[in-house]
């Protein structure tokens, strides 16, 4: 059983990164808009606000990074849509095929698109100045937490994905997510916040996540910020998948 669900979910795998290959707008535009970001931050209002650090694109990267998930998870739940609507499902099910492939089929398709996306606004962002001392060992945790974080939101997407009524109802569970990071640590430090928003931004998971990247990058202790974003990033990634397989079931049975 494991090895035909590898084998399937390969094939769909393909399948899916075809139709991406075939349609590169979609990683176009999943980083057009964090890009935008980073340059209306960095180059408008990067000069009135002090983070204490050397440069204000090496502070706001990380919240861009996660940004730049958040937009790019919102074509996973499109494409599940879509293949809903167009009976791929159904198809499949007639055929000799693992169940669960299919899911995770889409689930690694976001993945690899996302990292390219993540690849791209790095290299933007060295363009405008970011600079990092991290070393080899620092580099893979930033991507292990950033591949745990794609996979905990595409696991989220893969939900309205599947319930959604509307092509416009399966992508827009995103604009939240891609909120979130501006009541956290990434653009400002929360001490600059009011009470209540600062309370709220120092205890959820993108202040923790966006922390410990940022230590990571300038190659400082990264204490306890770490074990908490991994903790928020594997608690939302197992939830969300069993959310994700109980809909998938009802929706097939």
């Known amino acids: 059983m494991s090895k035909h669900f590898l ?3 390969a094939v769909l795998l393909g399948r899916s990164l075809r139709h991406i290959a075939r349609s590169p707008d979609t990683i176009i535009t999943t980083v057009v808009m964090p890009i935008a970001f980073m340059l209306l931050f960095v180059y408008v209002f990067g000069g009135a606000i002090d983070t204490g650090s050397d440069s204000y694109v090496t502070y706001l990267l990380p919240g861009i990074l996660l940004i730049t998930v958040a937009s790019g998870i919102a074509y996973t739940a499109y494409r599940l849509f879509m293949d809903m609507k ?5 198809r499949f099910q007639s055929m000799p095929t693992a169940r669960s492939s299919v899911l995770w089929a889409h689930v690694l398709t976001s993945l690899v698109a996302n990292l390219i996306s993540l690849a791209v606004v790095v290299l933007v962002a060295l363009l405008m100045g970011f600079r990092s001392t991290a070393g080899v060992s620092a580099w893979l945790a930033v991507a292990g937490i950033l591949i745990l974080f794609t996979l905990a939101l595409t696991w989220i997407a893969v939900i309205p994905g599947l319930t959604a009524k509307t092509m416009e109802g399966a992508s827009a569970f995103s604009y939240p997510l891609i909120f979130l990071p501006f009541l956290s640590s990434a653009f400002v430090p929360t001490g600059t916040m009011p009470g209540p928003v600062r309370v709220f931004a120092e205890h959820q998971p993108v202040t923790s996540i966006v ?4 230590a990571l990058f300038a190659r400082q202790p990264v204490g306890t910020d770490i074990w908490i974003a991994l903790a928020w990033c594997a608690g939302i990634l197992v939830i969300a998948y069993v959310l994700a397989m109980n ?3 009802r929706r097939i049975s």
């Open 86 to 90: 167009g009976g791929i499902f159904e």
């Open 7 to 9: 084998g399937d979910t």
């Open 211 to 214: 922390n410990a990247i940022r």
């Open 247 to 249: 809909t998938y079931r």
